[in-house]
């Protein structure tokens, strides 16, 4: 029995003197002579009591050198939470260096890519129809499997309804009551001359009184997708992917600190105009790759797309009837007769939905230093149809 005591130990003393020479040398260069005198000196008994076999010496030896390396590194105080916070710490590490270097994140805010990506829309519906599911708890579980949430905008004062700026909020508009904002899917304004207003709610003047409704439906959240942030380091963009871009630097834009996606529809050194439903690309219709081609063929490229979001070609930029763009001879495609010839490091970028797309038809080509990369995979909503890898 003894000789298995003594071998147990023999064990012990060197897995104690490993972990003592592993931390002699991640600390040797903070450690005063005086402490390394004192560390090698307990390392070499322990050693020496190992090699001589004796048991109550081993026994000694392996507790003095761990009451010596205790000594010269007590525990620290919260010795779990800082075990924790490291891990942590790591782990958020990690997670930064992926998004900044792999797989970015990124959400649809707005319609400008339907139906190939969708941005916060909805259907109007009224109050009564709201179930179980669309209160709490229930509410909470139902949008983060769908992304579908039911909304009551009811108004907070009495006064004439009035809207704002949709740039205020990517995605909403501001629906204005006596000088106080509610917040409304922008994907409901009808905007026909003769009634412009809210498809479901309140129209343009229109007088209301605090509690009343404004607007209901269900909201479904935009798109939430990754962006491929390393293919573009080994490749060259092509026509056709769906690009996601940064805005900084772009003075016709002049919306720094922002990011925007379209499709990819103009590479340098190339000559674009737009004649509806095409875009000549070196006085030749472009229709390739296949998802280029529905759109110039304004196609239902799928059983779910509601009919009013079907491609609509790809049309100048003066068919959106937005007042107010300057036009600029070269650089924008305003009208069918314009034409934009890139420069070597220049880009066009298109929405797919044509009529609600501000995109380089109004402010020109997007610089090869702002790309980010290509829109990759939709990961969120789990349930929606266009989850999956994106064309």
């Known amino acids: ?10 064990k012990q003393i060197k897995s104690v003197l490993n972990q003592a020479a592993t931390w002699r040398a991640g ?3 903070v450690m005063t002579t005086g402490q390394l005198a004192f560390l090698d000196e307990h390392i070499s008994k322990a ?14 030896a392996g507790n003095a050198l761990v009451a010596c390396i205790e000594r010269l590194d007590p525990p620290k105080p919260l010795a779990v939470c800082r075990e924790w916070f490291d891990v942590f710490v790591v782990a958020f590490s990690v997670a930064m260096a992926f998004r900044a270097y792999f797989y970015q994140p990124f959400q649809i805010p707005t319609g400008s890519m339907q139906p190939t990506l969708y941005g916060i829309h909805a259907e109007p519906l009224d109050p009564a129809a709201m179930t179980a599911f669309d209160r709490q708890p229930l509410k909470l579980l139902k949008w983060f499997v769908t992304g579908k949430s039911f909304k009551v905008v009811r108004a907070k004062a009495s006064g004439t309804v009035t809207f704002g700026d949709a740039r205020l909020k990517p995605g909403y508009i501001p629906v204005i009551v006596n000088g106080v904002a509610h917040f409304v899917p ?13 498809r479901g709610g309140v129209k343009l003047l229109q007088r209301v009184k605090a509690g009343d409704v404004l607007w209901s439906g269900i909201v479904t959240s935009g798109d939430f997708l990754f962006v491929n942030r390393w293919k573009w380091n080994f490749c060259h963009p092509k026509r056709g992917e769906v690009m996601v871009f940064s805005t900084s630097g772009m003075k016709d834009l002049n919306q720094p600190g922002t990011h925007y996606i ?3 529809m103009g590479l340098p050194n190339e000559t ?10 070196n006085g030749v219709a472009v229709t390739e790759p296949e998802r280029v081609g529905q759109i110039a063929r304004k196609e239902r490229h799928a059983d779910w797309v509601r009919e009013r979001d079907t491609y609509k070609g790809f049309n100048p930029y003066d068919q959106n009837n937005v007042l107010g763009q300057r036009r600029i001879p070269g650089r924008t495609l305003i009208t069918s007769a314009d034409t934009v010839t890139l420069g070597p490091d220049e880009y066009y970028a298109m ?16 610089p090869e230093r702002n790309l980010l990369g290509p829109a990759s995979f939709v990961h969120w909503p789990f349930t929606s149809p266009r989850w999956g890898r994106i064309k």
């Open 1 to 10: 029995m003894i000789f298995f005591e003594r071998r147990k130990l023999r």
């Open 27 to 29: 600390h040797e260069d």
């Open 47 to 60: 050693s020496q009591a190992r090699t001589g076999g004796d048991i109550d010496e081993m026994t000694a």
């Open 186 to 198: 922008s994907d409901v304004i009808d905007s026909s001359p003769t009634s412009y207003g809210l």
């Open 262 to 264: 379209k499709r990819m």
């Open 272 to 281: 674009l105009q737009a004649k509806a439903p095409n875009l000549l690309v």
């Open 351 to 366: 929405g797919d939905n044509s009529f609600n797309s501000f995109d380089s038809r109004a402010w020109g080509p997007v």
